[in-house]
Antibody, heavy 117, light 107 residues
């Protein structure tokens, strides 16, 4: 059974960079695409982007200028960096596996990141 | 840019009733339409993919249909554990989009 676990700071200051890591267990990170999705408190889901184990990426156009994703196959991990954060970036951030390049079949439990000074 | 609209925003029903949730796309889309269920404090769970295929472990009371721009998730007889928020999701031009969600609550 594939499991995903997000980790990283729960509090980030405005204008700084949010950095999160997702650790995949129960399966290899290779041969799949992996995604980050966020959900502001009380609101809906927003796809941030995806990364392939080879390192190729695709980002949501609305966030593209601030997003960088990377992958470390030796650790079975992938990461998200979101720069120049503001209060509007406060959200629960989920990592997820992309199945068949169409759906998100496995999700992490999510981690709340608050942007505040 | 593809936009997904879900209706109604809230659906108030009793256990045992039938729930019909709608997802409409701003342009004709492929069959890569999925539905997720989310309960408070939990991550979304994949229910349906490719419009009408149930994900692993999803009971038969859940069904999906539709094509083009109009899609429907039907829960034939609501169980107590089905009261949740449901999101549709589509992939278009390698970009993923979620609808705003429909909350199914207890009447």
């Amino acid at each position: 059974q594939v499991q995903l676990q997000e980790s990283g700071p729960g509090l980030v200051k405005p204008s700084e960079t949010l950095t999160l890591t997702c650790t995949v267990s129960g399966g290899s990170i290779s041969t799949y695409y992996w995604s980050w999705i966020r959900q502001p408190p009380g609101k809906g889901l927003e796809w941030i982007g995806y990364i392939y184990y080879s390192g190729s990426t695709k980002y949501n156009p609305s966030l593209k200028s601030r997003v960088t994703m990377s992958v470390d196959t030796s650790k079975n991990q992938f990461s998200l960096k979101l720069s120049s954060v503001a209060a509007a970036d406060t959200a629960v951030y989920y990592c997820a596996r992309v199945d068949l390049m169409t759906t998100f079949d496995y999700w992490g439990q999510g981690t709340l990141v608050t942007v505040s000074s | 840019e593809l936009v997904l609209t879900q209706s109604p925003a809230t659906l108030s029903l009793s256990p045992g009733e039938r729930a019909t949730l709608s997802c409409r796309a701003s342009q004709s889309v492929s069959s890569y339409l999925a539905w997720y269920q989310q309960k408070p404090g939990q991550a979304p769970r994949l229910l349906m993919y490719d419009v009408s295929k149930r994900a692993t472990g999803i009971p038969a009371r859940f069904s999906g249909s539709g094509s083009g721009t109009d899609f429907t998730l039907t829960i034939s007889s609501l169980e107590p554990e089905d009261f949740a928020i449901y999101y549709c999701q589509q992939r278009n031009n390698w970009i993923f989009t979620f609808g705003p969600g429909t909350k199914v609550d207890i009447k």
